[in-house]
């Protein structure tokens, strides 16, 4: 009989942790209806593999009501509620009669590493385009693009550019000061030799000089004795 009741709560407690295992494996929520079938089953694919090579959870939620909140506070309810793990990063498309609004979410040192409210910042504007004009799979899987490729660039040295892609950044106002000042220095080195060789050159002739003004000097004492 004990091992009868071990055996139910073993299985009890596998089952539960299934169930919440597969409660938190759906990574999108398209409650507007806004993908069909075959779209979601190329951003789950991308989802997955962007989860394979980065190890975060990326969580794209799309709805038609914020439940009387703010954008904003939907979508850190909706992660408490679902009670994601660390390094998560949310993606909220909200779809109104007015204007659509998105809206992303980082949790976790190593999303806010990445993710900074910068590049936050440019991936909203780059992927609102594509909202704007109804296009939500493309908006969608220009997102995961883009977060994946933040992911594997440098924190500080790549940005966004507007074709969507991620650009290097050249820091061409510091590269054309310091072209300034190193011409400068440079000009200046020259104007110091010149004037240095001129002065070295001026004193060998005034010694020379000097020296046959005091032969000349002996030679004329010499004379008149």
Request: charged residues 25%.
């Amino acid at each position: 009989m004990k091992y009868i009741k071990l055996f139910i709560l073993t299985t009890l407690l596998f089952c539960i942790s299934i169930n919440c295992y597969a409660k938190n494996s759906v990574k999108l929520y398209d409650y507007a209806d806004l993908y069909n079938k075959s779209e979601e089953t190329k951003l789950n694919k991308k989802i997955k593999s962007y989860i394979k090579s980065t190890g975060i959870d990326p969580i794209i939620i799309t709805t038609k009501d914020l439940n009387g909140k703010g954008i904003s506070y939907y979508t850190i309810d909706f992660y408490k509620e679902k009670n994601f793990k660390d390094n998560t990063v949310l993606f909220v498309i909200y779809i109104n009669d007015v204007e659509p609004e998105i809206y992303m979410y980082s949790v976790g040192d190593r999303t806010t590493k990445y993710y900074t409210d910068e590049r936050i910042h440019q991936i909203l504007e780059y992927v609102y385009d594509y909202i704007e004009n109804k296009d939500y799979y493309n908006a969608t899987d220009k997102y995961i693009t883009i977060i994946d490729g933040f992911y594997n660039m440098d924190n500080d040295k790549y940005y966004l550019g507007e074709d969507g892609k991620i650009v290097k950044y050249i820091p061409w106002i510091e590269i054309v000061i310091l072209s300034i000042a190193l011409s400068f220095i440079v000009v200046m080195i020259f104007i110091y030799r010149i004037t240095y060789n001129n002065k070295v050159t001026n004193t060998i002739l005034d010694e020379k000089l000097g020296n046959n003004i005091s032969v000349l000097t002996i030679k004329d004492e010499a004379i008149s004795k």
